[in-house]
């Protein structure tokens, strides 16, 4: 192959053709990440992968780049990819768009939310490659307007979360109607016992292909956490982002209540921050994306299922203001920031109840993260429990009664209702 020294050579020595390689250097990728090291030239041989990869790696562009580059211009719809989310199938199809600028190349997304005549005549101009979520892709094939049996391409990006959120029907259902001769590839940063069966299933004689890691070092993502009582983690929230003056960040909240009420506490300080989950509407998720991505946002509020397919390289900080349940979710969350090679900085909140999910993210990541001290942050004492109580009677449960002092009857007491009979002792609210 004829050397353009202008052009990404390591991705030229991996097979990949001009049309896409001009593409590759507008997009400034010079050196190609594991992932795309060991899938690129696998992937060009037309064998079915299984490729695991943490967050971040450049998954798509290591699936993209030898399906685009095998996909005939004068052909219709030859590939398909399913993603978990509206956010992740964006992500996706605007870096394959990228990807094919200099070829002859149509790709399309279809997801919900968005209007249905609108996606509609978009499949009408006769797309090379749909991306989309599993729900909209069975819409469209019911209705017959998006016929995959004879593709030649299919993938699975992130089957893990396909599979956490319930697309496991869906998913089997697509894969059966591909009837005609293809390849499968399947992407995911976790591959459990579930995803070898599926794969097993539906695809044939796949190639392992492992460049997860089980560490995520310290010089590729700063770890911390903060001691801190929930009702402090605002104003902890407040020093780090004065402190750290993160050029664009993300705060993980565990809940869409909490993700709300946090965005709009730092709205109403003053702060360029929005909040992004499943409740916006798909055009109000779109237009927070979009700012984010050209930084008019500095401090994205998400949830864990919303923030999939959140590809923004210069993410400095991710904040964890609620540690996740889940020990993978927080590799997940971290994986946002340190693209590419960058430096990023990953803080997490934990109170003193909280002891044990913060081990089991350590052992999951095989290294300990450090204890942060935040100037002029200091931890309250811990709340004082409730002390147990008698259950009280319905007259101890009112203000004292008014007896007569002539010694006859007491006064008349309010009747007991069943609402006050029962109702539940008030919990202490925490953030």
Known sequence: MQKHPELPQAFADLGIEVRFLKALAKMQFVEPTDVQ???????????????QARTGTGKTAAFGLPILQRLDPAGRLQAICLAPTRELAVQVSGELKRLAE????????????????????????????????PGRVMDFMRRGVLKIDNVRFVVLDEVDRMLDIGFRDDIKTILSRVTGEHQTIFVSATIDAEIKRLAGRYMKDPMDIDVS?????????DQSYVTVEGRQ???????????????VAIVFCNTKASTRKLARKLYDMGMNAKEIHGDLIQRKRDR??????????????ATDLAARGIDVSSISHIINYDIPADPGAYVHRIGRTARMGATGFAITFVTREQGKELTNIEMLINQEI???????????????????????????????????????APAKLPPKTLGSRFRTARRRRRL
């Open 288 to 301: 927070v994306m979009e700012r984010f991505r050209k930084h008019q946002i500095r401090v994205l509020v």
């Open 37 to 51: 090291d060991r899938m690129i030239p696998q992937a060009l041989t037309g064998r079915d992968l299984l490729g």
């Open 102 to 133: 200099f070829a002859n190349l149509h790709v399309v997304t279809v997801y919900g939310g968005q209007k249905i005549a609108t996606q509609l005549h978009q499949l009408g101009r006769r797309p090379h490659f749909v991306v989309g979520t």
């Open 213 to 221: 890691r089980d560490r995520l070092t310290v010089e590729e993502v």
């Open 370 to 408: 450090p204890h942060r001290k935040v100037e002029g942050f200091v931890p309250a004492p811990p709340d004082e429990e409730p002390s147990e109580q008698v259950e009280a009677s319905p007259l101890s449960r009112l203000e004292a009664p008014v007896f007569s002092t002539g010694g006859t």
């Open 233 to 247: 983690k605002f104003q902890l929230l407040k020093l780090v982002l004065r402190q750290d003056n993160p050029p």
